[in-house]
């Protein structure tokens, strides 16, 4: 630990950012306050976080990567990517891959189309790419709904560490099997492109060689980082995880209509109505609270 924050700092950031994540409020960056907060600490406190919330009966269901897309790094004053956990009442799997949200309760929110792989047994520590392909059964579009504690987006990366990778919600598409035609895959997966509509209307195009090349690469990342702290967890069978935005963020309004389609994969377009607050009775909204301490 460096000599600008101690053992007593930690419990009051964990305290803190879970208390954001109940209230809905905007808090100072903690880099800000301790200018020599690194990335192992910032994980430690994300871990904590983590363990807290598992206590409090959330279930753990798959893990995030952001800032995998570097033509956001300059944007948010960050320099690699991070992760953090997912959990199941976060995740929501979309019928027909329509649906709706509402956004009321969340801050800042942003919304990054994604692609989100699921693992059927275990990817190997140091496995090659193709190794890490064998373990995935299927792939398919997802909307990360991502939200932000500090205000106007600024801050550093140990500060979206330690506030859970910003991950609010993963709205996860109909699932393309990909058992059966693994032999292309290793290029297909990241030279597919991505054209994102708003209200019909063409608003951002990606690629997946956006997310480190590769989303193949995205997840080798994920597990060199995880493997390289004995307290965490390697990646499982089960999990679910959402590879990082293939455009940029872009900031969400109730009553909005977005549409994700991909050329280079036959996965079906991917369509999200963003709800008004007047109709959130009818909609599944956003995590509930009692999940985000």
Same mark, same amino acid.
């Given at each position: ?10 419990? %009051? $950031? !964990?305290?803190?950012? &879970?208390?954001?994540?109940? @209230? ?5 960056? #903690? /880099? ?22 598992? /206590?409090?009966?959330?279930? /753990? ?22 992760? /953090? ?16 949200? +509402? ?14 792989? =699921? #693992? =059927?047994? %275990?990817?190997? +520590? ?7 392909? &064998? ?22 990366? !140990? ?7 910003? =991950?609010?919600?993963?709205? !996860? ?7 059966? !035609? ?5 290029? +297909?997966?990241?030279? #597919? ?15 997946? &060689?956006?997310?480190?090349?590769? *989303? ?9 980082? $995880? %493997? ?27 009553? @909005? ?10 996965? *079906? ?17 956003? $995590? ?6």
């Amino acid at each position: 630990m460096n000599q600008g924050i101690s053992p007593l700092d930690i419990q %009051a $950031i !964990v305290r803190e950012i &879970a208390v954001a994540n109940q @209230e809905n409020s905007l808090i100072e960056p #903690f /880099s800000n306050r301790w200018p020599g907060l690194d990335t192992k600490q910032a994980y430690y406190m994300g871990r904590l976080l983590h363990e807290r919330k598992i /206590s409090r009966k959330a279930i /753990s269901a798959g893990r995030k990567i952001g800032f995998t897309n570097a033509d956001m790094w300059a944007l948010y004053g960050v320099n690699k990517p991070v992760w /953090s956990w997912m959990y199941d009442h976060s995740i929501r799997h979309l019928p027909a891959s329509q649906g709706r949200c +509402c956004i009321e309760k969340l801050v800042q929110p942003k919304l990054e189309p994604e692609l989100v792989v =699921h #693992f =059927h047994q %275990a990817p190997p +520590c140091g496995g090659t790419l193709a190794d890490i392909l &064998a373990c995935i059964d299927w792939i398919a579009l997802g909307y990360e709904i991502v939200q932000c504690h500090y205000p106007g987006w600024k801050f550093k990366g !140990v500060d979206t560490i330690i506030d859970g990778g910003l =991950h609010a919600e993963l709205l !996860v598409g109909e699932p393309l099997d990909i058992r059966e !035609v693994t032999g292309c895959w290793l290029s +297909c997966l990241a030279e #597919f492109d991505v054209y994102l509509y708003r209200d019909g209307e063409l608003h951002d195009q990606g690629c997946g &060689a956006n997310v480190l090349g590769s *989303p193949l690469k995205a997840i080798a990342h994920l597990m060199s980082v $995880i %493997a390289a702290d004995p307290a965490m967890e390697p990646l499982r069978a089960g999990e679910l995880v959402t590879t990082g935005t293939l455009t940029k963020a872009w900031d969400i309004t109730p009553g @909005e209509h977005w549409r994700v389609e991909v050329r280079g994969l036959e996965l *079906p377009p991917l369509q999200l109505s963003i709800d008004r607050p007047e109709i959130e009775e009818n909609t599944v909204c956003n $995590i509930p609270v009692a999940y985000q301490q």
